[in-house]
């Protein structure tokens, strides 16, 4: 913000300070109805394209099955009138055969065979489709034929079109195909019968016809489209002739074929859709009846030959709408764009002033908090170690053995755990606490925490605690399983404004992998349930996610039931939660169980071994209370304890330890605190002793959160004020067998030598 002078009256000494305002004044712009008409655009011309082209290709389609189903029903027509001609002109060869006989019988058709050979040579020569005219007698034995003289013999007794005549059909009998046995080429044959003056069969007349005759002409009127099909068959399905050529295996229509039907029917024309039997196509079918013959023609088209051409059109119709589309697409997305920035400069013109005075009351603010959580800090640490104090002095005692003082000192340790609870809530609030895992029995836990579960509650709910009397001990932190708790019974207590009943219950369970529970072991169940007015299906699908609330504004923050998910997690457990409108809410904790902690005889047995063969520690501890009571429990530990008052001076006497050669070593453990006065803390210390002496092992102890990560990376165990001295005894005795193993290594090859 730039000040500027200017004259006044007002002022005597002549001139005052005036705030020139950050930015000119700029009018109203409304992006949201621009940005409104560019997504119309947009929308119209992805839409109006789309619409073009699915309504073309719709017409398209149909005008392609239509235009199908006229050239099918042409073709047809025009087979049909080629195939009723044959026909006629066989009826009519028939009858001048029949004619040229003059009622003679078998045996002067054998005399005048000759004759009549030449006669029906002359007959059938004057005509492609023939491939011989041939006379049979009663018995169905061959007279005489067109194809050679003197006749072979030949019967078609067996043939269904002479069976059929000799049984007294009037009608033409035309026969499947076959390879005849006159003409020696593949044939199908119309018969008509010969009748005495009585009107006894005396045999019948036969035309075989070639049906690569009528292939010919159907390739010849199908030209050069080889999707189309046109055939010739008879009215039982047989198919007499093809185009393109079948198998003859493949050369009958099939029984359920809706062509086959419409011709039992003695349907005269029509139109199918149906898959052909003879290559297994789906085809637009065009068939007529030829005459009163039981004949029939058809012509198929392929739908996939449709659906091809009209895939291909339709390929080119869309590219050639949808490219100039893309470039109008591009430049409104990038109209969009600009507009986008043009807004995000324009707000960014408009706040930056407010900006300007939220950045300043935020600095003060960030400054306030930062001094809060100093101080705050810096109270909760002298706390801590007042509180190491007064908790080291506890155990001296209790180890000791204080006859008539149970009650003050269980009191004291009571009052302790109040005051580690009230450090950890300082901690949080400067944003320090270091997380801590116990074991803890839930048997004793759960009842003792009623106090606090009552004054989360409220004084309407009633609360009913159920606890196995085997339950497992669990390994959490303390204070993360009883804020898990108390966040549960708040959201309780807000889902029963009028009161109700909360049931706290915990048990063991056990779940295997063929139980499809995501986790497996064995863990304490802390189920938590309530008879509130319960969660629909949705919001129950939301309650761990995070941030997510119904409360009103003001009333909940959404980070209740994330915490407790994420502490359970944390811990190697699961939580779940089961609710219904109406029937209330139930969570349930899995806790998974800790591994049981070494008996009193154990223990004695361990400190006794202790006492015998201890650890040599270096102490190092600014807070000489703190440092006094550590090195008197180490001692009836049994440990020889040598103390310095900061890092620096125990990194002097570290470094001059390992000048020193003609000595080993003097340390078997570092315990440190973290935060000391001079230029090294206690990770300075660990590091560099991990530098020269990395198998000496370093705890640390602290009450801060900071650093922690850097200190765990290096490998050094931490323990958060006050710690528990049976955990640092049990790292001390651990750290003691490792030490005793390397003895023990170094005299068995001193003893080799």
């Known amino acids: 913000m730039t000040l500027q002078r200017e004259e006044s009256n007002a002022d005597p000494a002549g001139e005052s300070w005036q705030e020139e305002p950050p930015f000119p004044v700029v009018p109203e712009r409304n992006f949201a109805a621009q940005r409104l008409t560019l997504y119309a655009l947009l929308v119209a011309a992805i839409v109006l394209p789309c619409v073009y082209v699915v309504v073309t290709a719709f017409t398209d389609y149909h005008a392609r099955v239509a235009d199908a189903s006229d050239l099918v029903a042409r073709n047809a027509r025009v087979a049909e009138e080629h195939a009723l001609k044959v026909f006629d002109l066989n009826v009519t060869l028939n009858e001048r055969i029949v004619d040229l006989l003059d009622d ?39 007279l005489a034929t067109s194809r050679t003289w003197p006749a072979p013999d030949i019967s078609v007794a067996d043939r269904d079109d002479f069976g059929g005549l000799r049984a007294g059909q009037q009608i033409e009998q035309i026969s499947r195909v076959m390879v005849g046995r006159v003409a020696g080429e593949q044939v199908f044959n119309t018969a008509v019968a010969r009748r005495t003056a009585s009107g006894k069969f005396d045999g019948i007349v036969s035309i075989a ?20 099909s046109l055939g010739l068959s008879r009215s039982d399905g047989e198919v007499l002739a093809w185009y393109p050529p079948r198998p003859p295996e493949r050369m009958a229509l099939a029984a359920s074929s809706p062509l086959r039907e419409a011709y039992v029917e003695g349907r005269r024309s029509g139109v199918v859709k149906m898959v052909s039997g003879l290559d297994n196509q789906l085809k637009i079918v065009a068939f007529r009846r030829v005459g009163a013959y039981p004949v029939y023609v058809s012509s198929g088209y392929p739908i996939a030959t449709i659906w091809s051409a009209w895939w291909k059109h339709l390929s080119v119709l869309a590219l050639s709408i949808f490219a100039p589309c893309v470039v109008l697409w591009g430049v409104i997305a990038q109209s969009l764009r600009r507009l986008a920035t043009e807004e995000d400069a324009w707000e960014r013109w408009q706040a930056e002033a407010s900006m300007r005075r939220s950045i300043e009351s935020a600095y003060r603010q960030a400054r306030k908090m930062e001094a809060l959580g100093n101080l705050v800090g810096s109270v909760a640490h002298d706390f801590n170690n007042l509180l190491m104090i007064v908790s080291t002095n506890v155990q001296i005692a209790r180890r000791r053995g204080a006859p008539g003082l149970d009650r003050e000192l269980t009191a004291m340790e009571r009052a302790l755990k109040s005051g580690q609870s009230l450090t950890r809530q300082l901690l949080g609030v400067a944003r320090k606490q270091p997380l801590r895992s116990e074991i803890i029995a839930i048997g004793r836990w759960v009842p003792a925490g009623r106090e606090l579960l009552r004054a989360s509650l409220g004084a309407k709910v009633a609360l009913n605690v159920e606890v196995a009397p085997d339950v497992w001990a669990i390994r959490v932190d303390p204070a993360e399983l009883e804020l898990a708790l108390i966040n549960i019974a708040v959201n309780a207590r807000d889902a029963m404004p009028n009161g109700g009943t909360f049931t706290v219950r915990a048990d063991n369970v056990r779940f295997r992998h063929e139980d499809g529970f995501p986790i497996t072991g064995e863990f304490v169940q802390i189920m938590l349930e309530d008879n509130g007015s319960g969660m629909s299906s949705d919001v129950l699908g939301r309650a761990f996610e995070p941030l997510f609330t119904t409360k009103p504004k003001g009333m909940g923050t959404g980070l209740g039931l994330p915490q407790v998910f994420a502490f359970c997690e944390r811990a190697g457990g699961l939580a779940t939660i089961d609710s219904a409108i109406g029937a209330g809410t139930a969570v349930r904790l899995y806790l998974p169980r800790a591994a049981g902690a070494p008996g009193a005889a154990v223990a004695e047995e361990q400190a006794a071994a202790g006492e015998a063969d201890g650890l040599r520690v270096l102490l190092v501890e600014d807070n000489e209370e703190v440092a006094a009571g550590t090195e008197a429990l180490l001692t009836m530990m049994g440990h020889h304890v040598t103390y310095v008052f900061n890092a620096d001076t125990a990194a002097t006497v570290l470094e001059a330890a390992r000048a020193d050669a003609a000595t080993d070593f003097p340390f078997d453990v570092v315990l440190s605190d973290i935060h000391m006065p001079g230029q090294m803390n206690g990770i300075d ?30 490998g050094a165990r931490v323990l958060s004020k006050p710690f528990d001295i049976a955990l640092l005894d049990s790292l001390l005795r651990a750290i003691r067998e490792r030490v005793d193993a390397t003895r023990d290594m170094h005299a068995a090859r001193s003893s080799d030598r």
């Open 685 to 714: 210390l660990a590091e560099m002793l991990q530098r020269f002496e990395p198998h000496i092992p370093v705890i640390l102890v602290t009450g801060y959160a900071e650093e922690l990560d850097r200190a765990r990376q290096m």
């Open 209 to 228: 016809l070639r049906p690569a005759y009528f292939g010919a002409f159907y390739r010849e009127l199908i030209g050069d489209n080889p999707s189309v």
């Open 104 to 142: 003679l019988d078998a045996a002067a058709i054998r005399r005048e065979s000759a004759t009549i050979h030449q006669r029906l040579r002359t007959i059938s020569s004057s005509y492609q489709q023939v491939a011989a005219a041939s006379v049979f007698g009663s018995d169905g034995r061959l």
